[in-house]
């Protein structure tokens, strides 16, 4: 289940991305300069910071750019979301992986011991 859950996460935070990455390069060519040189995780984050900024409705060219710093931080948020509900997911697989490593060596331990008890001959 926790397989299917990062699966999910991961394709959503793809789909995410994707959709940022688009309306960036429908951008204003000078306003996405200012963008260029960052790296994804800036970038994500730079994005996300636009859709925090409230204030009241822009006109004309204002209101151009306020759309576009909107556009581009709703899906930064949900790259982040999506990326924590990534971690999460493989912090669970991991704990989930040792407790069935731990159960197995248990399990092998004592049905060793069982096979050890029927077969017969002297016990010590």
Known sequence: MYGLTKAS????RTQAIDQLKSVLVSADPAWRGELAGL??????RACARFADVSGHE??????????TRITLGLPAHRIGRRSEQIRKADGRLARLVKC?????????????????????????
């Open 58 to 67: 822009e006109v004309g060219v204002e209101a151009v750019l306020q759309a």
């Open 9 to 12: 996460a991961v394709k959503a």
């Open 39 to 44: 790296g994804n995780a800036e970038l994500f």
């Open 100 to 124: 069935h490593a731990f159960a197995a060596r248990y399990a092998a331990r004592e049905v060793f011991h069982l096979v050890g008890q029927l077969q017969p001959g002297p016990r010590s």
